[in-house]
């Protein structure tokens, strides 16, 4: 059971920390619920590797809800360019 609670706390985790990065970018992402959790997971480690780049620590480790939120936006800033130039291309 412990196993499952932690995915279910990370997954609520990743959707809080998503969808503030997803009001925090303007226009439209184009992007699920599902993704949206997973922009958040992937913001928190993200955040954790500019914690480690600052002060140390382990390179692959979740980090605070500030950091997490960072890290997301900056994902999904990144997401949106790749995903702005790919439909442009057509």
Same mark, same amino acid.
């Given at each position: 059971?412990?196993?499952?609670?932690? %995915?279910?706390?990370?997954? $609520?985790? +990743?959707?809080? %920390?998503?969808?503030?990065?997803? /009001?925090?970018? *303007? !226009?439209?992402? +184009?992007? =699920?619920?599902?993704?949206?959790? =997973? /922009?958040?997971? $992937?913001? @928190?480690? &993200?955040? !954790?590797?500019?914690?480690?780049?600052?002060? =140390?620590?382990? *390179?692959?480790? &979740? @980090?605070?809800?500030?950091? @997490?939120?960072?890290? &997301?936006?900056?994902?999904?800033? $990144?997401? %949106?360019?790749?995903? !702005?130039?790919?439909?442009?291309?057509?």
């Amino acid at each position: 059971m412990g196993t499952l609670w932690a %995915v279910l706390v990370w997954a $609520v985790f +990743g959707l809080i %920390v998503g969808a503030i990065a997803r /009001l925090l970018i *303007p !226009g439209r992402q +184009g992007i =699920g619920l599902l993704a949206t959790a =997973g /922009l958040g997971i $992937v913001g @928190s480690l &993200a955040g !954790g590797f500019i914690a480690w780049l600052i002060s =140390g620590g382990e *390179p692959l480790q &979740a @980090s605070g809800w500030i950091l @997490s939120i960072v890290g &997301a936006v900056i994902v999904l800033a $990144v997401y %949106v360019r790749l995903a !702005g130039r790919r439909h442009h291309r057509i």
